[in-house]
T-cell receptor, first 116, second 120 residues
Framework: AQKITQTQPGMFVQEKEAVTLDCTYD???????LFWYKQPSSGEMIFLIY??????QNATEGRYSLNFQKARKSANLVISASQLGDSAMYFC?????????????FGTGTRLLVSP | GAVVSQHPSWVICKSGTSVKIECRSL??????MFWYRQFPKQSLMLMAT?????????EQGVEKDKFLINHASLTLSTLTVTSAHPEDSSFYIC????????????????FGDGTRLSIL
């Protein structure tokens, strides 16, 4: 089974609107971390936001927030007030504490296009 | 913030040559470094995990004799693609976690900018 599933290959949003990028995960480990990374066309991976499995509150970082629904095993990224520079690939990733060496498993990504 | 430098950013070479890619942590000591491969429009695929001073742990299906990884110091890991062929052409990207943070699940991996490898 896929550890991380991103069902949206592509998303379109108009500038200044909010957009939600979906991510579901599968793990039997009670302790894990969920990450979102942004990859512009230049290729670098930019860390956006983190959510721990024991965190009581949803993570927020500026315009990024994470809608964490533990029972549903989902960790959707919400980008508010989209900007043209938000156009990029977005990857959801999970780290299970018991895998050792803290490996990250990535989803297949969602390409976001922000239009003027 | 933590900075990881990867060099070269782009390399084109003839089939049969070996190519070395460097990954350096500039402002922190990296106990663990990860090497990923990414094909166009696909996700990152973990190739191997390297810990300073020990042999790398390769993922299933990754040829360890083809992709040599060395992590000789807390700030440098290298990936050497030996006898490269056109099918090795890809985007290779490294990441690192810092000293003392390997067990902290909330610490993000810090990525280099990647290396685009093209084998003719």
């Amino acid at each position: 089974a896929q550890k991380i599933t991103q069902t949206q290959p592509g998303m379109f949003v108009q500038e200044k609107e909010a957009v939600t990028l979906d991510c579901t995960y599968d793990t039997s480990d009670p302790s894990y971390g969920l990450f979102w990374y942004k990859q512009p066309s230049s290729g670098e991976m930019i860390f956006l936001i983190y959510q721990g499995s024991y965190d009581q509150q949803n993570a927020t970082e500026g315009r990024y927030s994470l809608n964490f629904q533990k029972a549903r095993k989902s960790a959707n990224l919400v980008i508010s007030a989209s900007q043209l520079g938000d156009s990029a690939m977005y990857f959801c990733a999970m780290r299970e504490v018991n895998t050792g060496f803290q490996k990250l498993v990535f989803g297949t990504g969602t390409r976001l296009l922000v239009s003027p | 913030g933590a900075v990881v430098s990867q060099h070269p950013s782009w390399v084109i070479c003839k089939s049969g040559t070996s190519v070395k890619i460097e990954c350096r942590s500039l402002d922190f000591q990296a106990t663990t470094m990860f090497w990923y491969r990414q094909f166009p429009k696909q996700s990152l695929m973990l190739m191997a995990t390297s810990n300073e001073g020990s042999k790398a742990t390769y993922e299933q299906g990754v040829e360890k004799d083809k992709f040599l990884i060395n992590h000789a110091s807390l700030t440098l890991s290298t990936l050497t693609v030996t006898s490269a062929h056109p099918e090795d052409s890809s985007f290779y990207i490294c990441s690192a976690t810092g000293l003392g943070t390997a067990q902290a699940s909330n610490q993000p991996q810090h990525f280099g900018d990647g290396t685009r490898l093209s084998i003719l």
